[in-house]
């Protein structure tokens, strides 16, 4: 991106906060950031990160927009019903930012593409529905050295941390992975999804412009980052509280014995 | 002895660790996290880890949906 008058103007605000500044607003420009899922936490991570300038912006989801959606989706509108979501939301962003390339990936994650996937980004932000997929992010993340955002809802919660396991030093009790919160998929009857229990919709915006923020930090490099916290958001009863997520030395991916130890497309 | 458990006053056996409260509580371990004064337990301490007068802990759901 080119230094002009209008390049200042655009990202001013951003300008002003000595945290970013003139080299800060360049990082973000030189940023390539992979969003899973362009769905309720998908959409304003797409939007907000757009609009900061994130150069290239990744966006991996293999739904149509469905009217049930748009409660909660901003990325989409009535018109894009029935088109792909990952065009519905490149439009959006677009519009917002017409300066960034938005690489649109109309698939399903799994675990043969992630590697390559994850592989040509920077920085992950995971807002899928289900744990499978959460679980396969986390160890191609783990493997590739990537940071992840990760973000998840039901109802009136949220829950957010950031995973950068590949940075912790032996024995640190710093850097956990997914799976030292999450070790495995929970039994069937649990992964309940939004369409069976309901979300509120105003609170994916609040979750994900948390997430965003803190992709935001860690492409930037200013103030703290959630690696080693849980942030958790009561939208009932008003409430959010941070609190300790150490890694799990038993875990199965990034503890002393581990027990996943073939990723596809692993370096 | 006295614990507090998702901001609540609860009464467990002294000694109890938290294999023993999941199991008091007839909830799966695989489903949560414990978190106990203000850290989130590693589940493959739950065994070792014995819950003490006071203790504050919370159970903390697992949630998988982003919802796309």
Known sequence: MEITEEYLERYSRHILLKEVGGPGQKRLNRAKVLIIGAGGLGSPNILYLAAAGVGTIGIVDDDVVELSNLQRQISHNSEEIGNPKVESAKKCALRINPDIQINVHNERLDSLNSGQLISKYDIVADGSDNFDTRLV????????EKPLVSAAINR????????????????????????????HSPPQENTISCAETGVLGALCGVVGSIQATEVIKEIVGFGKSLSGSLFIVDGLCNEFRKISLPPDPNCPLCGLNPTITKINHRK | MEITLNGEKFTLETGSNIVNLIDKLDLNADKLAIERNLE????????MTIIEEGDKLEIVHFIGGGEE
């Not at chain 1, 957010?160 to 999450?182: D, M, N, W």
Request: glycine residues 4%; positive net charge.
């Open chain 1, 137 to 144: 992010v986390n160890d191609s993340c783990y493997a590739y």
């Open chain 1, 156 to 183: 009136f919660d949220g829950q957010i941390s950031t995973f950068k396991a590949f940075q912790r030093k032996e024995g640190s009790s710093l850097h956990p992975c997914y799976r030292c919160f999450v070790p």
């Open chain 2, 40 to 47: 989130i337990v590693p589940k493959s301490k739950f065994a």
